[in-house]
């Protein structure tokens, strides 16, 4: 099992550039996230998905736009990229049980330097 | 919604000391307090966690304690030693459908020294 998996890795885009941050699991989990992460601020959710075909904003959704198309991707678009979301972003996903919610698991991470 | 504060930011320890972190969180729904460490570079990871019909749990050096009257939670490292250098974060599910969804604080930097 690969887990989460995330690409690209590293990306430096120009002001208003755009670009598509995927994200794949193979753990068949229902649920999955975005966040960013900036230096002591800890973990924001930008966007999450309960389910294929379902999305929702989080708590810093402005700027970015996700589609869940296909269970095991979520993916993460910038349309019109600017300097304050220059960010580390991480994916994550988790799955419902008896016992409620359950632990999330992350991907590797995106590093995004918008110039 | 949900909020979590997480104390210290910096925690600097001797090896071989213990380490403490706590976490205040506002929503008495929250059910699930997941402890994550991450290293330089690195995605987070779970280390322990805990559900609100448990009062503490331990796994060899770690130990994480929650107070539901007081609503807050923290993560016990002992004898500690220069691997548990890292951020902690603490987190808390809020209420009961929160679709999975965490809570953050913003992270402690725990640096151990020789």
């Known amino acids: 099992n690969a887990g989460v998996t995330q690409t690209p890795k590293f990306r430096v885009l120009k002001t208003g550039q755009s670009m598509t941050l995927l994200c794949a699991q193979d753990?068949?989990?229902?649920?999955m996230y975005w966040y960013r992460q900036d230096p002591g601020m800890g973990l924001r959710l930008i966007h999450y998905?309960?389910?294929?075909?379902?999305?929702a904003k989080g708590e810093v959704p402005d700027g970015y736009n996700v589609s869940r198309l296909k269970k095991q991707n979520f993916l993460l678009g910038l349309e019109s990229a600017a300097p304050s979301q220059t960010s580390v972003y991480f994916c994550a996903s988790s799955y419902s049980s008896l016992a409620g919610i359950n632990e999330q698991f992350f991907g590797p991470g995106t590093r995004l330097t918008v110039l | 919604g949900e909020n979590v504060e997480q104390h210290p930011s910096t925690l600097s320890v001797q090896e071989g000391d213990s380490a403490v972190i706590k976490c205040t969180y506002s929503d008495s729904a929250s059910n699930y307090f997941p402890w994550y460490k991450q290293e330089l570079g690195k995605r987070p990871q779970l280390i322990i966690d805990i559900r609100s019909n448990v009062g503490e749990k331990k796994d060899q050096r770690i130990a994480v304690t929650l107070n539901k009257t007081a609503k807050h939670f923290s993560l016990h490292i002992t004898e500690t030693q220069p691997e548990d250098s890292a951020v902690y974060f603490c987190a808390a599910s809020g209420s009961t459908d929160s679709w999975g969804k965490l809570q953050f604080g913003a992270g402690t930097q725990v640096v151990v020294t020789p």
């Open positions: 753990m068949n989990h229902e649920y």
């Open positions: 998905s309960v389910g294929e075909g379902t999305t």
